[in-house]
């Protein structure tokens, strides 16, 4: 089962107390009539993005828009990359006031395919190779991506939410299945620092003699 890994809600500040779906964020200016460019986090924006529709806005508090809606013009795919015009927003200027924008809907009768709520995920068992490693205690949103924060032992573990690293979300059976990288949920400890060749720290070593790798890229 794939990860949408911003498709995603949450309940903040701008939306107590209401589920809503991350599906875009306003990734830059387009041309001088409004437009904006589009990350998308919808499988199916021609649904999403129909003239009328009405998103809140994540953005910082500084921000003119802070606390407020805007309302779809027109929506198009242009040279392969979805724009979208917002009412209000008639040139390059006003468009630039809205760069890195998240929006976000209300959550809807129809959620999209692998898709979660930040209640569903929130209390799940994290298992790795078939063996518990913690719990989700919360979900973070990121303008980047979204992250897992785990409760593993006595600490939290950021988790990126990403299908490379949780392919398999199953809120019926209650677990998340992680595939993460090498020391996520471990702390590396001095015993796992390799400890030098005993013949290399020989006293009296000659180390003009050794073939050494001095030199030598790490990449190699």
Known sequence: MAVASASTSRTTDVAAEKNQLRVGRLLKAHGLKGALKLELYTD????????????????????????????????????????????????????????????????????????????????????????????????????AQDLLIVKSGDREVMVPFVEAIVPTVDPVAGRIVVTPP???????????VAEPDAADAAPGADAGSADTDEGRPASQ
């Open 182 to 192: 090498a020391g996520l949920f471990e702390e590396i400890s001095g015993d796992d």
């Open 44 to 143: 199916n924006p021609e649904r999403r993005f129909v003239p009328g529709a009405e998103f809140t806005l994540q953005v910082p508090e500084a921000s003119a828009w802070h606390g407020k809606t805007v309302t779809v013009r027109e929506y198009r795919v242009m040279n392969g990359n979805p724009v979208v015009f917002l009412e209000g927003v008639e040139d390059r200027t006003a468009a630039e006031s809205l760069v890195r924008a998240i929006l976000w809907i209300d959550q809807d009768d129809e959620p999209e395919d692998n898709a979660w709520y930040d209640h569903q995920l929130v209390g799940l068992e994290v298992v790795r190779d078939d063996v518990p490693v913690g719990r989700v205690v919360r979900v973070e949103h990121l303008p």
